[in-house]
């Protein structure tokens, strides 16, 4: 590893999931990465965070008992924050609009949905490393610039004009509009070299290595999806029998959230395995339970049928979109809903 640019480059991934924290890491080893960590909440990371200076956080937004943005607003903002500039990808299932707009406002660097590819894990590493952008400190906002620019490195041809060192890049302050603006930082770009680029050194056979790291991994997630449809029927009858009595209970409002979190692990896991059908179900189950719909009986069936959709994908191990069938089932889900 001594002969290889990346495996000075010190990274945390942190996920409540410990099968997904193993394939990123993985994956990350099969990228060229050699110091990857893990956590699996977000006080775990900041511990570790006091402890080790680390390169590039990937970070989800479920991490009780604190979440993702709670998570970058500390490293962002507290006086104690080990590295409040450390560029931060979020990677998340929580792929709705208003949460992407919430992750950018509070500082992240980058943002990813699962189900993700490969070769979007590797833009945004890229991105992080040969287009870093400026930093913003201010009152309400601190982190990266929200306006993206195309700056490379500032190498010898940029010296010779008068710009900054590499080594002096990232330090100069500009003040405006009541803000101190941070040249972009360079550091990650030294770290592998000025001479090395990111798009080279994750080549595209690193890139057919990762893919099969996770297509070998796909048996496990099924077993462990099965385990997960298991989780979701038990928390169903409990809200179920809640919401007959008092659906306003703590045990009510429990196995909602939990209903929730099964699902929209199940919404970002199942993609990247290829089962897109069980992604787009899981989706909608997530999206009913989240949209405080649930009124009636009725609406409890709603969920009924589609724990039962998402146990016969697993159970059948029915890849892809499935075709016209799981389009139709697709099309009867939305139906129902909106009934």
């Not at 193993?22 to 060229?32: D, E, K, P, Q, Y």
């Not at 490379?152 to 803000?179: C, D, H, L, W």
């Not at 007959?244 to 045990?251: A, H």
């Not at 959709?309 to 075709?323: H, M, S, Y």
């Amino acid at each position: 590893m001594a002969n290889n640019p990346l495996s000075g480059i010190r990274i945390l991934h942190i996920d409540p999931d410990k099968s997904f924290i193993t394939l990123i890491r993985n994956v990350m080893s099969a990228f060229g990465f050699a110091d990857i960590d893990t956590a699996q909440n977000g006080k775990e990371a900041i511990q570790k965070m006091a402890r080790k200076n680390y390169d590039i956080v990937i970070c989800e937004w479920s991490i009780a008992p604190i979440d993702g943005l709670d998570f970058v607003t500390y490293i962002r903002k507290n006086e104690n924050s080990p590295d409040y500039a450390i560029p931060i990808i979020m990677l998340t299932a929580r792929s709705e609009g208003k949460n992407i707009q919430k992750a950018r406002d509070v500082g992240i660097t980058e943002f990813l949905t699962k189900p993700f590819t490969i070769n979007a894990l590797r833009q945004r590493i890229v991105s992080v490393v040969e287009r870093p952008r400026e930093f913003v400190l201010s009152d309400g906002y601190c982190g990266p610039s929200r306006r993206r620019q195309r700056k490379e490195a500032p190498i010898k041809e940029r010296r010779s004009r008068g710009a900054q060192s590499m080594e002096e890049f990232g330090t100069r302050i500009v003040k405006k509009y009541n803000a101190k603006i941070l040249s972009p930082n360079f550091k990650l770009k030294r770290k592998i070299g000025s001479e090395n680029s990111i798009d080279k050194l994750i080549s595209l056979e690193k890139i057919k290595k990762a893919e099969t790291i996770v297509e070998e991994s796909a048996q496990g997630f099924i077993e462990e999806s099965i385990g997960d449809i298991d989780r979701l029927k038990k928390k169903f009858n409990i809200f179920m029998n809640e919401f007959v009595t008092n659906k306003n209970s703590e045990e009510a409002k429990s196995a909602l959230e939990e209903l929730k979190e099964v699902s929209v692990r199940i919404k970002g896991n199942a993609g990247i395995y290829g089962y897109t059908l069980a992604t787009n179900v899981a989706n909608t189950l997530f999206s009913f339970c989240n949209a405080n719909q649930i009124k009636t009986k009725r609406d409890l069936e709603v969920i009924d049928v589609h724990i039962n959709a998402l146990e016969i994908i697993f159970q059948k191990n029915i890849k892809g979109e499935f075709g016209v069938l799981g389009k139709e089932l697709i099309r009867e889900l939305s139906e129902l809903i909106r009934k």
